[in-house]
T-cell receptor, first 117, second 112 residues
């Protein structure tokens, strides 16, 4: 069973640019959540998508946006990059919202390491 | 606002030692507490705890939840170098959202 796939694995961007990250969930999983992980703040929730709809959003500026496609793949976009956006961006997938988050109930991808210079 | 605090933030031990990692939380409408191990990138699931006083065990790892005092501990006995990782605690609330609130993690280093 293929896991959650995030691309690209690494990315270096310049301040002011924009970036798009991709997350393909486990086959059959329809819910995708995104997190930002930094050494100072730990993992922080960005947003979640189900059935192409954003269901919940964390406390991040409007420069952070996302979407989900009909095949459940999700993308997140960060515009006007700042140095502080350098982080590991993780996504997690689940079958549908509200399922218990035990072993395969909520699975993380390996993330995209974004460095802003 | 929901909050998770883990302690210590960093821990260095020798192989064979036993360690206890702590997690305290504040969450409205608690549903579950989860422990994850993060070695390189992807956090991997360890335990999900929903009821007080029931120990979950997997090999040398065990965890328990106290819903009255709002904390959980993760124990690792006879540590090995392969246990070196960041251990993450997260809480989930009822309400249908997939959002987890994480602590900042405990970085465990096990030296040979």
């Amino acid at each position: 069973k293929a896991g959650v796939t995030q691309t690209p694995r690494y990315l270096i961007k310049t301040r002011g640019q924009q970036v798009t990250l991709s997350c393909s969930p486990i086959s059959g999983h329809r819910s995708v959540s995104w997190y930002q992980q930094t050494p100072g703040q730990g993992l922080q929730f960005l947003f979640e998508y189900f059935s192409e709809t954003q269901r919940n959003k964390g406390n991040f500026p409007g420069r952070f946006s996302g979407r989900q496609f009909s095949n459940s793949r999700s993308e997140m976009n960060v515009s006007t990059l700042e140095l502080g956006d350098s982080a590991l961006y993780l996504c997690a997938s689940s079958l549908v919202p509200g399922q218990p988050k035990s072993f395969y109930g909520y699975t993380f991808g390996s993330g995209t390491r974004l460095t802003v210079v | 606002e929901d909050k998770v605090v883990q302690s210590p933030l960093s821990l260095v031990v020798h192989e064979g030692d036993t360690v206890t990692l702590n997690c305290s939380y504040e969450v409205t409408n608690f549903r579950s507490l989860l422990w994850y191990k993060q070695e390189k990138k992807a956090p991997t699931f360890l335990f999900m705890l929903t009821s007080s006083g029931i120990e979950k065990k997997s090999g040398r790892l065990s965890s328990i939840l106290d819903k009255k005092e709002l904390f959980s501990i993760l124990n690792i006995t006879a540590t090995q170098t392969g246990d070196s990782a960041i251990y993450l605690c997260a809480v989930e609330a009822w309400g249908g959202s997939e959002k987890l609130v994480f602590g900042k993690g405990t970085k465990l280093t096990v030296n040979p």
